[in-house]
T-cell receptor, first 117, second 115 residues
């Protein structure tokens, strides 16, 4: 039973390029959360998606960032025209439902470490 | 607004010594609280969680945490630390305000273990 998969694990981009981060949730999970961890900081919520729907993107920068979770395939976090300040670890978590029950938990992937040169 | 504070940025203990990592939260209703551990270059692993009931929660790897409502605290403890416990530890609270749950994390406590 594979856990949450993220790829690539490490991504290097030059300023102005695009970064695409992929997240495959655990089998049977239809809810995905993206978090960003800046150097020396804790994780900050970015966006919450269900299949084909963005539920809450309040933590995501308004420009250059977008996220999707299509009916088929992984969730994608896309950063256009990257800048040095985008360098961070980006973590994806999944849960089986909207997690209104105590027995549900968010399971985290290993993260993608983005470095912008 | 909901928030989590971890007052200690770095802690160093000797192997075999006891450990307590502090966590204070601000949340209007009954909180759902979590401790995660992150080893260098790795993702987050859930150590334990508190939802209700017994205020002393047992987790994996010999960790436990105690929920104290009067102090708004959820401190993590381990009676005897092993060198492999060196990692970063994050306390988090689940925010229900949007009708679904998202996690609010503290800034983390980095634990170093001396042999």
């Amino acid at each position: 039973n594979a856990g949450v998969m993220q790829n690539p694990r490490h991504l290097v981009r030059r300023r102005g390029q695009e970064a695409r981060l992929r997240c495959s949730p655990m089998k049977g999970h239809s809810h995905v959360y993206w978090y960003r961890q800046l150097p020396e900081e804790g994780l900050k919520f970015m966006v919450y998606l269900q299949k084909e729907n963005i539920i809450d993107e309040s933590g995501m920068p308004k420009e250059r960032f977008s996220a999707e979770f299509p009916k088929e395939g992984p969730s994608i976090l896309r950063i256009q025209q990257v800048v040095r300040g985008d360098s961070a670890a980006y973590f994806c978590a999944s849960s089986p439902r909207s997690w209104t029950r105590p027995t549900d938990t968010q399971y985290f992937g290993p993260g993608t470490r983005l470095t912008v040169l | 607004a909901q928030s989590v504070t971890q007052p200690d940025i770095h802690i160093t203990v000797s192997e075999g010594a006891s450990l307590e990592l502090r966590c204070n939260y601000s949340y209007g209703a009954t909180p759902y609280l979590f401790w995660y551990v992150q080893s260098p270059g790795q993702g987050l692993q859930l150590l334990l969680k508190y939802f209700s009931g017994d205020t002393l929660v047992q987790g994996i790897k010999g960790f436990e945490a105690e929920f104290k409502r009067s102090q708004s605290s959820f401190n993590l403890r381990k009676p005897s630390v092993h060198w492999s416990d060196a990692a970063e530890y994050f306390c988090a609270v689940a925010d229900f305000s949007g009708g679904y749950n998202k996690l609010i994390f503290g800034a983390g406590t980095r634990l170093a273990v001396h042999p």
